[in-house]
Nanobody
Framework: VQLQASGGGLVQAGGSLRLSCAAS????????MGWYRQAPGKQRELVQD???????NYADSVKGRFTIFRDGAKNTVNLQMNSLKPEDTGVYYC?????????WGQGTLVTVSS
């Protein structure tokens, strides 16, 4: 499985960005897909993910601000990020679990300026 992430960039606090993760297999065949992030000097952490049945899991810090959704036509899993804060800055990684294997896309940098 290959994952291609896109959509990062520089945005001011309070702004919005949308990240997109394109997969080489059907996104609906994946057990889980989601987004992790890693801030400078910190461990990688879950941002939000979605299971094959559509259930979502998210970090408390993004509740009410971020939304993960699937686009079947484009075969992408997207992360809509609103009301961005400087503490959302980091490298965001697309993730997928297919069968018993984990796959990672390349990171995309999100920088939120205050």
């Amino acid at each position: 499985v290959q994952l291609q992430a896109s959509g990062g960039g520089l945005v001011q606090a309070g702004g919005s960005l949308r990240l997109s993760c394109a997969a080489s297999r059907s996104i609906f065949s994946m057990n889980i897909m989601g987004w992790y992030r890693q801030a400078p000097g910190k461990q990688r952490e879950l941002v939000q993910d979605i299971t094959s049945s559509g259930s979502t899991n998210y970090a408390d810090s993004v509740k009410g601000r971020f939304t993960i959704f699937r686009d079947g036509a484009k075969n992408t899993v997207n992360l809509q990020m609103n009301s961005l804060k400087p503490e959302d800055t980091g490298v965001y990684y697309c993730y997928a679990r297919y069968l018993e294997y984990d796959y990672w896309g390349q990171g995309t940098l999100v920088t939120v300026s205050s």
